[in-house]
């Protein structure tokens, strides 16, 4: 059986967009433009919402009542304020990515890879635009919150 053309274009748009937020966050992070965590990337939003052009959420627990608030919080601030937000699957991808240059730091502060904010809009990488692209297109077609999977590797 042939698999949907439609199908197999999702699924390599996906794959696009997912590498290119990986890479994305590895950049923000050598740049310094990242903020890890719930109540970092509260205080931040709190503090200069301007500096935010992302937000990514890392939604594997879905069962963890008071994580789901937090998240609905953080995502309503968020498209109040338009900054495009990504929620993803894949938390132990992230901290694959991203707790190895942490490791340098208290990981009790930076362990939580939850909330994610891509911050210092004067650093337009060519990758937010196209994860941008894709959050977009998924408001088009009526989806709150624009959702991928990450690749575990």
């Known amino acids: 059986m042939v ?90 991808r992230l901290q694959q990515l991203l707790g190895a240059a942490n490791t340098k730091r208290n990981q009790e502060e930076h362990g939580d890879f939850h909330c994610i904010l891509v911050t210092n809009p004067q650093a337009d990488h060519c990758r937010l635009q196209e994860v941008g692209t894709y959050c977009q297109e998924s408001r088009r077609l009526h989806q709150w919150v624009a959702e991928l999977v990450l690749q575990e590797r």
């Not at 109540?39 to 069962?63: G, I, Q, R, T």
């Open 3 to 92: 698999p949907d053309e439609s199908f197999v274009s999702i699924e390599n748009r996906m794959q696009s967009v997912g590498l290119a937020l990986e890479e994305l966050l590895v950049t923000a992070q050598k740049q310094d433009c990242l903020t890890i965590g719930i109540y970092e990337s509260a205080k931040l939003l709190n503090v200069d919402p301007d500096s935010v052009v992302l937000c990514v959420v890392a939604a594997d627990d879905k069962d963890d009542v008071a994580l789901q608030i937090h998240f609905t919080l953080l995502q309503s601030f968020c498209l109040d304020s338009d900054i495009t937000i990504l929620r993803v699957s894949g938390i132990q």
